[in-house]
């Protein structure tokens, strides 16, 4: 069970949360985007072995949708590559 | 009669005599037992058979690594396939072996035994396969005979999971663990230690030892009742840590709780660091015969010696490719046991090892060849490695040691990684990969004061103190010369390399030449390592046995994957106090007493809310009661709990934006004052939801939904503005339970909301439909909202919840000269498809969209975005044939059509073309309607299409999908 750090609440247990799936690119604009495209955002989500970015949602605490960088292999929360925050 | 104990000694209370039943026999163990101590004690040999070819079995083990004795416990201990070392003995328990019948002296199936050369590695898999293996499973795995689960759930006390934190977790109590604890505890840090024993103190419990020159367990009970001081301290016994997790969270199953009424509880424990003094487990030796009743680990004869004070056996021979050994027989021989010889497979033996054996016989460079005796050991037969000098000795037990293996299991579920160290003959830890710590016997630390000083070492770093001053220990020496199995000549028959599963040296080698290659590919052809005990005894020998056979070193070969648990937990620690019924308790509205008291058949009804199904009067059958719940609304009145519709309060400036946004059709047109009902999509362009918006102001609106997507919506609503438009001003506030809701509905709705005394004007000019207004109903705070979910005239009365109930008496006596009737969720079904509104998990099953179900008016043409509107325009582009909402008319109106059931083609056998959603008596009608998604259905009207069910087709008339008031006039009224 990992422990996610929540900016609110400090590091809290896996299971005060709901798993908001890897982060996509933003939604394109659906007036000028290929049909290819738009299907390829909506279908195509990274899932690579390594490093991803991810969503959790703190739906057992504060309400709060976060990102964090985890690695696939271990679990391990890790910095992203240029992570901001 | 425990005639095999000694009269003094033990950790056992001889005062508090317990009687058990064993296989239907009576006898008597000691507090402090565990049920294999006790039998023991008693001379019980035979406690077992084996898992497949049925062999007979003893007591092999002291602890966890028990691969032979696995007992059935019943009455109100009731548990399965429990290791016999680790049943902590209590008065009244009852215990059977498992894979035996009637008894292990008498076991029918020993007739495998005949036919065990015909029973190879793979030889389930290879024999039963056509048609299929599942075919033969069942049979074969009953024939194995492992006991099953209890049939019941426990009759008194209950199982309980806890969170716990800290600074350093210790797993362990025995001298590296202690140590570990005091320094970390004495730095005042959360300390959690837990071990797997009934005590404290680990091996020196086995063993006599001493440290600062007086007995190891004087220490041992120092050290506790110093931590027993330290408030920072929590020390459980009888709680083994079963699974290491990521981010060091560890798993803790306590049992023999003070509490009896709990029967395990489950700790959660979330460390800082963690410091393994797991200790070591030794392994067997690998020679013919090595499984007979009477043949025991070195170790565990100690451990029954010294700790439980029996005897095991009268005159023993030890057979070793180690020193530890010979401290073994000294131990036994100072009890009166009659030590015939060492068998040591080294040619030379070092003088450490000489000084505990005296005057016993050792026979240097010599193996056991193979065991006499098929129920009971009677001698052995003993050999150098070359076969000559063959020799037999008489000994009634014969121990042995294959050397120690450090219990690693925890550290390799953390993923830290294995090496293999020559000098022990094993694998140890390597390097760490979570904030973890191996210290003594765990690390291959396998003398006292190594053990001492690799545990305090560890607590002080992990806590940034000193190392305190060691007390004096023996640094007792250790070497080793590798032994995986014996293969001198004249060593004939079945050797064993995993006593529980029955796989032997021979297994091994065919699995091998069969091109089983990898040791993860051994385990699983041949299921050794994958009994109860995991292989915790013979893994590291089924690794040299493969590195032997390939001509690699061990390294290469590796181990297998280590997986939680370390050893057996039962489901209920597992789950704890999570049973369904705590995990997700059903929800309930004010009304659900009323509904109780007045009969109401209740159930579930999406979201656990608990709804009321029908209101049964006298003797009245199921159909009558919902028909009559039906006409009352449809002919004069009826009145149903709303409540559990999900509700969700928008406040903001941007919410109008924000609407536009989620919703397909246009909300931000609405006034004040107005509704309008939605529909929801997700992305990929399928219904999510529908519901209606209400405008309570310029910037706040309230917005409901299904009952069983509130959630949904919530965290649909929630990811968009946190995600998305972070920057967007909207503040979504759930009040699904600060408003409940009586929906009174029927022709006469008006008349009896009027009759409840209300000071907002009902009539249509002023309240008409899809309108709504604060005031006052029945003297109670109230908004009274013209939605519809019946067809009828409806007033949907919301107040809070403190008032609901209230509200609910008042309107049944206020309609009672009217006709009302209370309607439960059947003839809401029944009315809403008269209506042919959808229902979502009915009509709407993640494949149709709106336009599919005929409300292509509710996607809107004049906004240019909204979720979803993308992907339903390129999904309808390429003209594909679609399944439409129709409605369907049984050409004989009396035949009912099971919901669900296909739509096929003239009724054949071909692939459908549809399915019924849902089919209901109406009464308006009197006659059985239903509605179908049918290929291409909207432009089917009036054609007949067949229903295929398994023995029957049902004819039926296409129409379009609503049954009543196509118009709509009476829900406008």
Redesign the interface.
Known sequence: MMLIPCPFCGHRSESEFAYGGPVKPDRPDPHTTSDEDWVEYLTTVPNPLGPVQERWWHVKGCGTWLTIWRDTRTHDIVEGPGDAG | MQDRRFPTGGRIDRGQPLAFRFNGKEYTGFSGDTLASALLANNVRLTARSFKYHRPRGIVGSGPEEPATLVELDGRHASANQAATTVRLEDGMAARSVNCWPSPGLDVGAVNQLFAGLIPAGFYYKTFKWPGWHLYEPTIRKAAGLAGAPEAPPLDGHFEAV?AHADVLVVGAGPAGLMAALVAGRAGRRVFLADERIEAGGSLLDRRLEIAGRPALDWVAESVAELETMPNVTHLQDASAWAY?????LMVNERSLVNSTVLERNW?V?AGRVILATGAIERGLVFPQNDRPGVMLASAAQAYVNRFAVKPGERTVVFANNDSAYGVASDLRASGIDVAAIVDSRDVIPDFARNFAGDIPIRAGAVVVGVRGRRAVRGVAVAERDGRGAEKIDCDLLLHSGGWNPTVHLFSQS?GRLRYDDSLATFVPDEA?QACASVGGAAGELSLASALRTGAEAAAKATGTKIPDLPAATEESYSIAPLWHVDAPGAKGKAFLDIQNDVTVDDVRLALIEGYDSVEHVKRYTTGGMGFDQGKTGNVNIVGTIARQKGVPLQDVGTTTFRPPYTPVSFGAIGGIREESVVLPYRHTPVTRWNLDRGAFMYEAGARWRRPGYFPCGDEMFQETVNRECRAVRECVGVYDGSPLGKFELKGRDVDRFLDHIYTNLMSTLKPGQCRYGLMLT??GLILDDGVAMRLGEHRWLVSTSTAHADTVH?HM??LL???FPDWNVHVTPVTSQWNNATVCGPKAREVVAALDTDIDLSPEELPFMRFADGHVAGLPARVVRVSFTGELSFEINVAPRHMRDLWERIMEAGEPFGIEPVGSEASHVLRVEKGFLSLGHEVDGTVDAHDLGMGWIMSKKK??YVG???VE?RRRGNAIRRELVGLLPVDPNVQIPEGAPLTPGGETRPTEGLVTACVWSVVLDRWVALALLENGQSRHGETVHVRLKNATVAADVMAPVFYDPEGRKMRS
């Open positions: 969170h997790r990521e981010h060091n969270c959660r979330r993923r990969v992305e990929d965290g929630d990811e946190q995600t998305q240019g975005d509107k993308r992907s390129l």
